[in-house]
């Protein structure tokens, strides 16, 4: 199973939104409404934002939104701050013999 | 309050067997995928596989033939085994509470495992 495909870097100024695609195929991506997406500060674990396409956890900004069309899905995080410097890495379910694919991983700059 | 903590050695040698425990606190072990998921340079973020409390287990096809996950309830902990291990099986390793949807919405903070002699 190949990383889904995420472009390594991403950057906007302070208070603009960047948006983050993460292609993968019909046998994720585009095959299931499971993509998650997370963001990870250096040294620490990943921390989930986005789950089942475009839903939020309790307690994140509604400032991150998640979507979906085809096998590419989208993360969008509008008006930009410093805390949003980051890694950001997209999953989806890929069936239960290969629970989950990660992409490989979009670093954010807020310049 | 979830909290998951990653325990094992830090330096496994060539061709050994790389073992880690996964303690929990906080959360029932049912009705989850209690997963193992390692980060490397060269590879980012890699599912291993993962085991449910009535220890059914799914892995990675890639490391399957190398991979042992287990659950021990009565600890509330999970383990993974990785045998034959080689210098590209360095990585950082986490546990992570995997809900259906294959999202993981805890973490460990990661355990650093160096493969060396």
């Known amino acids: 199973q190949s990383a889904l495909t995420q472009p390594p870097s991403a950057s906007g100024s302070p208070g603009q939104s960047v948006t983050i695609s993460c292609t993968g195929s019909?046998?994720?991506?585009?095959?299931?409404?499971?993509v998650s997406w997370y963001q990870q500060h250096p040294d620490k674990a990943p921390k989930l934002i986005i789950y089942?396409?475009?839903k939020r956890p309790s307690g994140v900004p509604d400032r991150f939104s998640g979507s979906k069309s085809g096998n590419t899905a989208s993360l969008t995080v509008s008006g930009l701050q410093d805390d949003d410097e980051a890694d950001y890495y997209c999953?989806?379910?890929?069936?239960?013999?290969?629970?989950?694919?990660f992409g490989t991983g979009t670093k954010v700059t807020v310049l | 309050q979830v909290q998951l903590q990653e325990s094992g050695p830090g330096l496994v040698k060539p061709s050994e067997t790389l073992s880690l425990t996964c303690t929990v606190s906080?959360?029932?072990?049912?009705?989850?995928?209690w997963s193992w998921i390692r980060q490397s340079p060269g590879r980012g973020l890699e599912w291993l596989g993962y085991?449910?409390?009535?220890?059914?287990?799914e892995q990675i096809p890639s490391l399957s033939s190398r991979v042992t996950i287990s659950v021990d309830l009565s600890t509330s902990q999970f383990s993974l085994k990785l045998r034959s291990v080689t210098a590209s099986d360095t990585a950082v390793y986490y546990c992570?509470?995997?809900?259906?949807?294959?999202?993981?919405?805890?973490w460990g903070q990661g355990t650093l495992v160096t493969v060396s002699s």
């Open positions: 992570a509470r995997g809900v259906y949807g294959a999202y993981f919405d805890s």
């Open positions: 906080g959360s029932s072990i049912s009705s989850f995928y």
């Open positions: 085991v449910e409390h009535h220890g059914r287990t």
């Open positions: 019909n046998s994720d991506v585009g095959g299931y409404n499971y």
């Open positions: 089942d396409v475009d």
């Open positions: 999953s989806s379910f890929a069936g239960f013999n290969n629970f989950a694919v």
